[in-house]
């Protein structure tokens, strides 16, 4: 499986963000699709989730009312928007795509390269 990550860059504060991830190489219904991000000098930390089986979808809580993370099973990508975006958005934003989704990215199994996120004031 592979994952790479598209839309990253320089966006103002009060912008609206969005990333694209596609997946390649497998089963892409068959898996659940998450988005974790980086940011400097931090852990990684989860973002988004979008489980395979029942299509919920799951967001940290404080992001929770401005991002929107989709997928589209017929193109094999998935998305995720931000707006409002704020200078402690800035990070790595990485796609995942595992068995479940959880917060926690030691079970996530396959990883994108990631792609920078600078939101600047």
């Known amino acids: 499986v592979q994952l790479v990550e598209t839309g990253g860059g320089l966006v103002q504060a009060g912008g609206s963000l969005n990333l694209s991830c596609q997946f390649s190489g497998g089963t892409f219904t068959s898996y659940s699709m998450g988005w974790f991000r980086r940011p400097p000098g931090k852990e990684s930390e989860f973002v988004s989730g979008?489980?395979?089986?029942?299509?919920?979808?799951h967001y940290i809580s404080s992001v929770r009312d401005r991002i929107t993370m989709s997928r589209d099973n017929n193109k094999n990508m998935v998305y995720l928007e931000k707006n409002d975006l704020r200078t402690e958005a800035t990070a790595v934003y990485y796609c995942?795509?595992?068995?479940?989704?959880?917060?926690?990215?030691?079970?996530?199994?396959?990883w994108g390269q990631g792609t920078q996120v600078t939101v600047s004031t």
């Open positions: 979008i489980n395979w089986r029942d299509g919920k979808e």
């Open positions: 995942a795509a595992g068995t479940v989704v959880v917060n926690a990215d030691r079970h996530w199994t396959y």
